[in-house]
């Protein structure tokens, strides 16, 4: 693509998203499919990220810094994943394959987190959540990214 018409591209006017654009995009083959996963993703994660905190305060009776050191070993856990494993993936296998493993992996592991019995069952747990988590995520955007022409980036 050349210089000038990547200039054109970002210059011209978009409208702002509406419910009309969203509607348009969801049914599209591969973008729906796409932004359905991304959507039930992120509710789980959400929830996850609400709740843990109360959970673990409830069922494990743990303080805040022990919560805490946690949910800091799921986030660095997860940013690994995204800087220097989901590539070696990604070359190995195709989007598709990765995005089921990962959506795979993130609710056998909710459902193991929820029945956790223990604090060193629920890190064991969470191991495979995170690591999912950064895979899904990752892949989901570079998907999103090749599935939509270069004028809808953004």
């Given at each position: 693509?050349?210089?000038?018409?990547?200039?054109?591209?970002?210059?011209?006017?978009?409208?702002?998203?509406?419910?009309?654009?969203?509607?348009?995009?969801?049914?599209?083959?591969?973008?729906?499919?796409?932004?359905?996963?991304?959507?039930?993703y992120g509710f789980a994660f959400a929830l996850f990220q609400s709740i843990f905190a109360l959970y673990g305060q409830y069922?494990?009776?743990?303080?805040?810094?022990?919560?805490?050191?946690?949910?800091?070993?799921?986030?660095?856990?997860?940013?690994?994943?995204?800087g220097f494993v989901i590539g070696k993936l990604s070359d190995r296998f195709?989007?598709?394959?990765?995005?089921?493993?990962?959506?795979?992996?993130?609710?056998?592991?909710?459902?193991?987190?929820?029945?956790?019995?223990?604090?060193?069952?629920?890190?064991?747990?969470?191991?495979?959540?995170?690591?999912?988590?950064?895979?899904?995520?990752?892949?989901?955007?570079?998907?999103?990214?090749?599935?939509?022409?270069?004028?809808?980036?953004?």
């Amino acid at each position: 693509m050349t210089a000038e018409r990547k200039q054109e591209i970002v210059n011209q006017k978009r409208p702002a998203i509406s419910i009309k654009a969203l509607g348009s995009a969801l049914r599209r083959p591969v973008v729906g499919n796409l932004l359905h996963t991304r959507l039930i993703y992120g509710f789980a994660f959400a929830l996850f990220q609400s709740i843990f905190a109360l959970y673990g305060q409830y069922r494990f009776n743990l303080n805040s810094q022990n919560i805490g050191y946690i949910l800091a070993f799921v986030g660095v856990l997860s940013a690994i994943t995204q800087g220097f494993v989901i590539g070696k993936l990604s070359d190995r296998f195709a989007d598709r394959q990765l995005i089921f493993f990962s959506v795979s992996t993130i609710s056998a592991s909710m459902l193991a987190w929820a029945l956790a019995p223990n604090v060193i069952f629920l890190i064991i747990v969470l191991a495979p959540i995170a690591v999912s988590a950064g895979i899904l995520n990752t892949i989901i955007n570079a998907a999103l990214t090749k599935a939509v022409p270069p004028s809808e980036f953004g």
